[in-house]
């Protein structure tokens, strides 16, 4: 592993043109998709449970997210996430609100028996998903108010029991699998102020993901590419509108040297 | 009551942050979670039935926006309505294109002996909701056919029904509780070429009345906020594209100097 | 006909402001109204079977587009096609992936039958909505694969089918009707890096075939405005967020002359 990996993966996401099944909230469909567009992937938000399945099979990768699930939806994501384990297909788990909604707190905690190759949240999705500590976590929608670093064990515990790798994301995200620690310091404050900024990660996370590269490796590049995007956009934008544009713009163009510039990453 | 009033209310949503849950259509969930950002709050679209309940109990402010309305939504809708009484929290009605179709029209009346704090809508819509004249209203979807001014009395007969404020959008705002009448003439007729300004509004309204203030002072802060931004966007953009962007943008950036230069205010 | 019918149809959609009722996927609901919008015609994205079929009686014109079609959505659908049918409102299918999910698959060559007055898909969909070879078509969600010459013995049987007209989208547009076909050169290969680029052209065809124009006429019209607009929003745009903003700009502003000057259009 060398930090030259992650350019090499951004061109292959480019280059191989990933079909990313996205099943998630509708507020964020439009942005998800655009941002999957941008980094050179192709979306489908097949999401029913008649079809969800058949899709995942076919597809590169996969999203979980369960921001606003219907019952048809959570019987789609299900569907879904069997397609996609019975062809091997990379799927990740968003677990949205974790913590705050009883429901889906239950169906997230339920999918980790699946086996996610990647989950991505706020520390306190993470905390709360791993259910450690019965106290810990949410109830106040996506927002995360714990720091990154404290949600370390459970991001370690989430990875023990999927085998899969774990990104927490906050001002320096981190890239937790079984033997490996990365932190990301890039971003900027205004991607808390455009909607869907972090939902589409997880977006990004399952096109990286099904490029071949090593796994770790990949959801290290897919955060970068997103928050070094985002501190371009920074430079040229300072209110959400013309940042949404300007960030959407950066993952589209954004280069090696960029993502080298923008993106500190580091192994802990 | 001073007009000076309404700027510091609009720095109170900027300090407090209320967490918005909004139960509103598809085509403009996007744009809705956006505008509550630019506005400095946090929006939450929680809508299905087995979650919407608890999530009004948290929330801060809850809207109702039944435009795209499926069997599950109107449950969730109840089951919000339900938990908003039951914490206090205040929540807004938008009848979209109430009047116009039969199911909604009747599920948008029903909410009326809920007690909405606010009530938010086109004239046309206002007028079919208090449903005074049967012949009056609707047909046309979310367009008002009809004038601001010629739905006074209805607007008047909701606020005394309901204990609430009523805002009736068109060219002049004009904002109606039982004992108070504020007109406010700001905006563009861009806002119109933009999907979701109007029912963005409803959501805006539910922040402002979340922090404290006087209703009726904080439903006439909220529609000169939207507005004056509208008017200031239309100052550097004359295409729907650039002045969706340069609307949301001065939702973030509007000052009080400028609340009070774009907004002209006056009581009835 | 002659080529000036075509900014005659572009100016009288903008005149009559007609009223397109959009059954169509959650993901491109945001960009389809402001498309629509941007058009100046007027959206409406009522969808549920309790309210779609009465307001297809209404509407000047609807689309259908089973993108992410839940079972609610689907009996919407139904609905708002015997509605449009009864009324004499025209309709226009966007066949979306098909012959890539056997569900939607079945349900769009089930409304073949129904006659929509437009078909607007790629040339994967429109060749595995035909049905003429088993082995033709999709897989890969709404890309196209295949080239759209290559699709018109397959418009031409669905254009004897339905006595309506097919549009198929590509780098060329072919406009197939019983007796006629049209190609439209234009647009940008950015709209494809712009979610709802495709699918809000059905809604754009909707809109055009309202204004009492001769239909074969209005669909080319609807088509070259569409990628006229994407021709010129290039001039000032390279990266999908900045492209998507004058894009629509474009769409709003674009005159006869520029029709003329970014869409070459001809007879074949």
Sequence with gaps: MATSAYPEIMHAVRDQEPLIQCLTNGVVMDITANVILAIGASPAMCDTSTEAGDFAQVAS?????AGTPSNEQYAGMRAAVAGANEAG???????????????RTRFQRSLIADKPHAIR?????????????????????????????????????????????VGISG??????????????????????KVIGT????????????????DPHDA????????SAA?????ET??????????????LYALTAEELDRYAQIEEA
Excluded: F
């Design 237 to 250: 934008a300072s209110a959400p509108g013309s940042y949404k544009l300007a960030w959407v713009d950066a």
């Design 171 to 192: 001002a320096t995200d981190i890239i937790v699998s079984q033997n490996r620690i990365t932190k990301i310091t890039s971003g900027h404050p205004l991607m808390q």
């Design 219 to 226: 959801v290290v590049a897919a955060h970068a590419h997103h």
């Design 230 to 234: 985002g501190a371009k956009a920074a």
């Design 61 to 65: 990768g996969v999203l979980i997210n």
């Design 121 to 165: 949240g706020n520390a306190s999705e993470i905390i709360a998903l791993a259910n450690l500590d019965e106290n810990a976590g949410g109830g106040r929608g996506v927002d995360s108010a714990d720091e990154a670093e404290a949600a370390i064990p459970a991001a370690r515990n989430l990875a023990e029991r999927t085998g899969g790798i």
């Design 89 to 103: 297909t990379p799927w990740v788990l968003d677990p949205v609100a974790c913590g705050g909604l009883k429901e």
């Design 198 to 213: 972090g939902c589409s990660l997880g977006a990004v996370v399952a096109a990286y993901l099904s490029v071949g590269a």
